[in-house]
């Protein structure tokens, strides 16, 4: 491999890497499964995520990231290592340099975690940079214009609104709820409703396939969901509806539309009138929630909208720094 800049978007839920001159050429869950009684590495990515539920007792799964932040040093470590083998070899001797995306209210130990984890696994130099620039770079915002943007990234451990100006952060707010707490409001949802219980992936794929912001009141669709019955014990099926999955996650999209409330009083109010007028974009995986825009708006009363490819705005924001590293430095919060 020719190029040796590398940049990662470390999500909670998934993690795409980015090699300069290549373009995304990873994008996996962020999961690893370990064997506890030999400390050993089985799986990473893809193939970790398919084996969530199936497992027998020697083998766990770990989402080694919490909150977009390390909650898990060593299986981060393996994770970020599987990465980079993947896209040099596990014999180029050639130490890359990296950059990855972190929180904006990240602390400086967990800043610091992030970097030490890189370098440990052979790293050359390590960068962090704060998601919010990236997403607005990525969704093709101007940030170093003088005019105030909004982004409100919506990733799978947290959602995170920034308003942007002259290339920086001028008031921002982070809250731990994202795509996790979705699949855990659909799963809390059918057990008390129906008494069925439903794993996570199952739960994501109803978000996925029916999930709604705002209620329908036309056609409403359906989707056949299969767990298991808490009395019996035994699998039975259901019909669940988008209104039921609406119903579910509505409290979750509350907790962002306080978090942009919040941001918004915070905001200058000339920087609050040019968001009135450009309005709000959003970005990352939760960003793709049918008609999430719509109920932001509607609630916000700002228009609001949905970013091109929101799942892959970090990443594209990573590789615009990645290319420009000297000239974005002053946006990149860490490094070693």
Known sequence: MFSRKIAIDLGTANSLVLVQNKGVVINEPSVVAVSPEDNRILAVGLEAKQMIGRTPGNIRIYR???DGVIADYRVTQAMIRYFIEKVSGPFDFMKPELVISVPADISSAERMAVIEAALSVGAKKAYVAKEPILSALGAGIPIDSCSGHMIVDIGGGTSEVAVISLGGIVTC??????????????MAYIKEKYNLAVGVQTAEEVKKKIGLAVPDKKK???????????????????????NEVQKAVSDVLEEIVRSIRSVLRETPPELSADIMNKGIILAGGGSLLTDIDRFIAESIQVPTFVAEEPLFSVIRGLGIVLDNLEMYKKSIVGRK
Not at 173 to 186: Q, W
Not at 220 to 242: F, H, Q, T, Y
Request: aromatic residues 0%; without cysteine.
């Open 64 to 66: 080694p990231l919490r």
């Open 173 to 186: 707010a982070s809250t731990r709820v994202g795509g996790d707490k979705m699949d855990e409001a659909i």
């Open 220 to 242: 409403e669709r359906r989707m056949d969901v299969r767990g298991r019955d808490i009395a019996s014990g035994l699998p039975r099926d259901i019909k669940v509806s988008a």
